[in-house]
């Protein structure tokens, strides 16, 4: 979750409900977690202005889980809104969502503090989502799987569509935010999945960044007050999917 002075920004919707898939346990699912993390996080569905995917996999794309919200407009970027048309990319109907759909060019920006930058490879449009301000935070979405790939960036998954480009945007990525004050907030590294990037040999590594929420605030009081804006300029507000 990513919140400005001006918008709150929901960053990859995971798997959702409602929506048909080939694996059991992510097909049609109907249980409250979704709901329940975003209060646990002290937001409501009221709250959000933006929901945006990194690319358009079905762990990834907010495809169904869209209707959860009454005002969020659902943001992707045009490549990888042509490539979500194909069977690559699994169940991943490419509908906008009765108008609440907004197709973008991969160098949009929201506001004054958030924009998209390409990091293809993993996927052919594949978005990395930053902090405008000095980068204070970038959410990279599956340009890495697991902290090996940080360790040696030259290592690529097999759901990679270009394997060596990912390891060359992988790299570049790495480099850019290691051994800065830039918080990283990846999909799929547990427990570290907010961290900084240091320097490690010829590879690299996280170090987790401890997050928290103010003790006993509403969602209102997190998403508009002062307090919560200076938490998210600062690349520490956040919560796993």
Same mark, same amino acid.
């Given at each position: ?22 694996? *059991? ?28 995917? !990194? ?7 907010? /495809? ?17 809104? @042509? ?10 109907? #490419? ?6 759909? /907004?197709?973008?060019?991969?160098? =949009? ?18 978005? #990395? ?7 204070? %935070? ?11 790939? @940080? ?12 394997? %060596? @480009? ?8 790495? @480099? ?5 004050? !830039?918080?990283?907030?990846? #999909? ?18 996280? /170090?987790?960044?401890?997050? *928290? ?5 509403? %969602? ?13 300029? %600062?690349? /520490?507000?956040? =919560?796993?999917?």
């Amino acid at each position: 979750m990513v919140v400005t002075p001006h918008h709150t920004i929901f960053v990859d919707s995971c798997i959702g409900n409602n929506k048909p898939r080939d694996l *059991a346990g992510w097909s049609m699912k109907t249980d409250d977690t979704f709901i329940r993390c975003l209060v646990a996080a002290c937001f409501s569905v009221n709250d959000i202005d933006y929901v945006m995917c !990194t690319h358009m996999h079905v762990d990834h794309v907010p /495809e169904g889980a869209l209707r959860v919200w009454p005002t969020g407009v659902q943001l992707r970027e045009c490549g990888e809104y @042509e490539n979500g048309k194909s069977d690559l990319y699994g169940q991943c109907p #490419a509908g906008d969502r009765g108008g609440r759909g /907004e197709i973008v060019k991969d160098n =949009h920006q929201i506001g004054d503090h958030a924009r998209l930058l390409p990091t293809p490879g993993h996927t052919p449009g594949h978005l #990395a989502f930053f902090g405008k301000r000095g980068d204070d %935070a970038v959410m990279s979405g599956d340009l890495m799987h697991s902290p090996l790939q @940080e360790r040696y960036p030259e290592l690529s998954v097999n759901f990679d569509v270009d394997q %060596a @480009e990912s390891a060359n945007t992988r790299r570049s990525f790495l @480099e850019r935010y290691c051994d800065t004050k !830039t918080i990283c907030c990846t #999909a799929h590294f547990v427990p570290q999945s907010v961290a900084r990037i240091k320097r490690w040999g010829e590879g690299f590594k996280c /170090e987790s960044v401890r997050v *928290a929420f103010p003790q006993g605030a509403s %969602a209102s009081r997190v998403v508009r007050s002062p307090r919560s804006r200076a938490i998210s300029d %600062a690349g /520490e507000l956040g =919560h796993k999917q």
